[in-house]
């Protein structure tokens, strides 16, 4: 069986039997390729994800490729409008011009060639949900909503939830967020993980945090607040 040592590192933190149940899984796996779509390459937490587990994936010998599929400006509105709709934070009327311009945009942001071939198609992010509708040669696919549902906006639910059939599962990322009307066998919870491996994430001695912020000019001797997310309203900055 392959060995990885990228994933032996884990072992202390989840045990043995979840690493073998893992190596066991990839045995049975090896050979399939699986290509991963999402709309950026860096920054986000998708491609975060991405940059992890696709090395380990090839080293326990499944094929696993990446496609970006860029959002324009104009796309970009729509989006940010959905996402704030499917939080439950905009409450106004669903922009369906911009929908249908999205969409259309969509609709030729694809060409099939050799590049896109795979037997199974993992789709990242609300707004690429409609990509295994469009485009029937994306199948089977599972989608990954990524974002917090748990009390979302009806008509932008109906949005997302129109294009749901082909997928042979969707994705959230606790059972708060899964569409309570779907069928229970189309959906699994995913839960949100952190890399104790990547740097933001390793164990910083107070010491030496202290001498980072002194370097920083930040007065060490007065208390401290911290928020580490970006000021958005998902990451309650009112509350800091």
Partial sequence: MISSPQLDRYTPLVGEAL?????QTASNLAGLRVLHLNT????????????E???LMEALGIKHDW???PLDDASGYFTARLVDMLQGYDTGEFPEKEKNVFLEKLRHSVS?????????????????VPLAQFFPWMRPAIWFCHVDTANPNPAAKQYIQQFLDPYELACFNSQASVFKDLPPEKT???TLGIDPFRVKNR???KERGMEILTRCGIDTERPLITQVSRFGTWKNPRQV
């Fill in 19 to 23: 690493i073998s149940k893992i190596y």
């Fill in 40 to 51: 950026t390459a860096y920054g986000g937490g998708v491609a975060e994800i991405l940059y």
């Fill in 53 to 55: 587990l696709i090395p």
């Fill in 67 to 69: 496609k970006v599929i």
């Fill in 112 to 128: 099939y060639g050799e590049d896109y071939k795979a037997d199974i198609y993992f789709i990242h992010d609300f707004q690429l």
């Fill in 188 to 190: 699994k919870v995913v």
């Fill in 203 to 205: 164990y910083l001695p």
